[in-house]
DNA sequence: CATCCCCCCTCCGGCCGCTGGAGGGTCAAG
DNA sequence: CTTGACCCTCCAGCGGCCGGAGGGGGGATG
């Protein structure tokens, strides 16, 4: 199949398809007149990305999954420790997350959002130990 | 002050300050050997971006909140929803990585992580649909 | 046969926020 | 006068695409 009809079956967009060929992680055959012959492993492959994608795995990631996923001598356990790997980044995410939210969220529910000039965000930002010095 | 100096007192590496001054951001005046000059208030501002970026805003925003901070003629409200897109991007991001960890966290309970080759990880990224066609 | 239009191709540049490195100038100390 | 730390500019690259220029392929229509 051409490359918008696997774009439309794997929900990536057809420049992503050429990408992911130049980095060399889906290959498909040409036809005679140049244009890209994505066979249905191919498509099988791209939503298998996808997938990781929507997990976060780095195109690096996905790589080495594919890899082990073409593998029938594979270990689980390297499969595991790549999905481990991946929870921990998202628990370090989430944490950062938390933090932020952690430090931005009093400040702006303390802002009158008004007309006036005076602002707690500004001065938080502006003095992060000030807070503490005041008390 | 120098930029090595301006780097160490507001945590940032020297290269980000240069960045910032290319930018538009923050840029000190030059001694007559070309060198960057930072005053006390260029690092006043390098701290206060150097502490909303730890909060996730953007460069454009720490632009905009530098302005709004700048401006004694300033609303609150303005700084205000600048802080509330942050909290809804952070929060937005945050449900993205929850949705992550809800789907990865239970594939990777349920794979043994030995030298088998069943993998529960690679089958639940091969066919998303599956757990539930089986159910 | 020519025209239309959609799809496909390659190649280049840009996004964000830096980071690394090449290649060179400046300055204080010994 | 040399050493070494610091500073300068400019260019390239990271990840993961996206947009667009400029051109070819292919089927329907006139």
Request: proline residues 4%; contains cysteine.
């Amino acid at each position: 199949m051409n490359i918008g009809t696997a774009a439309a079956l794997s929900g990536l967009p057809v420049k992503t398809l050429r990408y992911y060929e130049e980095v060399g992680l889906i290959a498909p055959a040409r036809h005679g007149n140049g244009y890209r012959d994505y066979s249905a492993e191919d498509l099988d492959h791209l939503r298998f990305v996808a997938r990781a994608r929507g997990l976060g795995f780095s195109l690096d990631d996905c790589r080495a999954l594919l890899g082990l996923r073409r593998d029938p001598g594979r270990a689980s356990a390297d499969v595991k420790a790549l999905a481990q790997a991946r929870l921990a980044e998202i628990d370090a995410r989430r944490a950062e997350l938390e933090e932020m939210r952690a430090a931005l969220a009093p400040l702006a529910e303390a802002c009158a959002g008004d007309a006036r000039p005076d602002c707690p965000i500004l001065d938080g930002l502006g003095a992060a130990s000030a807070a503490r010095g005041a008390g």
